[in-house]
């Protein structure tokens, strides 16, 4: 039971433009949100999280926004650059089981030159 | 760099057979988790320690074990191997009971192929 889904494998974006990664969850006693970047024959590497007090945490060009209603987040990344081709996990973890974080299957970003 | 150290980064092996992989947390962080990633899937939590202790459990299969040692390093141990298997192993750490605001770090992986 998949309780984090990222239902785009896949996204292009052109240098210099908005990327928006969606992430879709059901659980609704999640309340910590992250994401993570991951390069080819690396591992997953921490970008931005998010607490559901919040509905927005931004970092330099990365922002993340939680709408809790619709148990939905999403990354924006603005500019895009080439550096930011990767794939885009989020995950997800309950405060009754804060050691367990629940990963989406991920999004290829490729952002062109 | 995580800190994190994974090894064999690669293993191939046959079915029915059994594999030990090998993890080294970042200096001084006292949980470790394991995570697989099969293709085209998301990060499948399996397990997790707490200096030397099991904390939390996931869909681990009965065929598989873990470990952490006294000197917190930990071994996956997969035994009876099949198939579906073969997927990428992540080991990740972090300093504590993972509480708000802590974040995992990852090794790079073990990529096991049963054949």
């Known amino acids: 039971d998949q309780q984090v889904k990222q239902n785009s494998p896949s996204l292009s974006v052109q240098e210099g433009r908005i990327s928006i990664l969606n992430c879709d969850y059901t659980?609704?006693?999640?309340?910590?949100f992250l994401w993570y970047k991951k390069y080819p024959a690396e591992g997953p590497t921490f970008l931005i999280s998010?607490?559901?007090?919040?509905d927005k945490n931004e970092d330099g060009r990365f922002t993340v926004f939680l709408n809790k209603s619709a148990k939905h987040l999403s990354l924006h990344i603005v500019p895009s650059q080439p550096g930011d081709s990767a794939v885009y996990f989020c995950a997800a973890s309950a405060k009754y089981n804060f050691n367990k974080f629940y990963f989406g299957s991920g999004t290829k970003l490729n952002v062109k030159p | 760099d995580s800190g994190v150290t994974q090894t064999p980064k690669h293993l191939i092996t046959a079915t029915g057979q059994r594999v030990t992989l090998r993890c080294s947390p970042r200096s001084g962080d006292l949980s470790v988790y394991w995570y697989q990633q099969s293709l085209d899937q998301g990060l499948q939590f399996l397990i997790q320690?707490?200096?030397?202790?099991?904390?939390a459990k996931g869909n681990i299969l009965e065929r598989f074990s873990a470990q952490q040692f006294p000197d917190l390093h930990s071994e996956l141990n997969l035994s009876s191997l099949e198939l579906g298997d073969s997927a990428l192993y992540f080991c990740?750490?972090?300093?504590?009971?993972?509480?708000?605001?802590?974040?995992?770090?990852f090794g790079s992986g073990t990529q096991l192929s049963v054949l």
């Open positions: 659980n609704s006693m999640f309340d910590y």
């Open positions: 320690y707490y200096n030397g202790e099991e904390r």
């Open positions: 990740a750490s972090s300093g504590r009971l993972v509480g708000r605001g802590e974040k995992l770090f």
């Open positions: 998010i607490s559901s007090i919040k």
